[in-house]
């Protein structure tokens, strides 16, 4: 199952991130986008407890950190994530559900609209030349 400890964990890394560009800002920053990439999972390695796991990571993050979720996008999703997204997003409310994009291999002009090319790291086809990359930290 999902370990709650490491989600409470990254929930929190979020929300620190959060302050960190805030402050660097100078303006509020209380809501970050996910960008999970399933490129390399087959149908072997997508069974029901990933679903069950999706659903907790949502069901936690409107309980505990609310609206911190700008948009949710999943790129190089297989086929069947999309069958398995479109039962388990009829339990959801239609807010949580609009914040979610299942996208396949097909997924940059969509996610273009959401982050800024140079806000990408590279092997997901962004141009960001960040020191260490460009998977935030509060650093």
């Known amino acids: 199952g999902i370990n709650a400890e490491y989600m409470g964990l990254f929930?929190?890394?979020?929300?620190?991130?959060c302050r960190v560009q805030s402050e660097r800002l100078g303006r509020p920053?209380?809501?970050f986008t996910y960008i999970m990439d399933m490129a390399g999972y087959r149908l072997s390695h997508?069974?029901?407890p990933i679903f069950s796991a999706l659903k907790y990571i949502i069901e936690n993050d409107k309980q505990n950190y609310p609206e911190t979720t700008y948009v949710a996008l999943?790129?190089?999703?297989?086929?069947i994530v999309s069958v398995g997204w479109n039962i388990i997003s009829k339990v959801l409310d239609k807010r949580t559900r609009d914040k979610v994009s299942i996208l396949g291999s097909n997924y940059h002009?969509?996610?273009r609209k959401v982050v800024a090319d140079e806000n990408?790291?590279?092997f997901i086809g962004g141009?960001?030349?960040?020191k260490g990359g460009c998977v935030a930290s509060p650093d």
């Not at 929930?11 to 991130?17: A, F, K, V």
């Not at 141009?127 to 960040?130: A, D, I, K, L, N």
Request: hydrophobic share 35%.
């Open 11 to 17: 929930m929190e890394l979020g929300s620190q991130l």
């Open 29 to 31: 920053i209380h809501q």
């Open 46 to 48: 997508i069974h029901r």
């Open 74 to 79: 999943v790129i190089n999703a297989p086929s």
């Open 109 to 111: 002009d969509s996610l």
């Open 120 to 122: 990408l790291p590279g």
């Open 127 to 130: 141009s960001c030349t960040c």
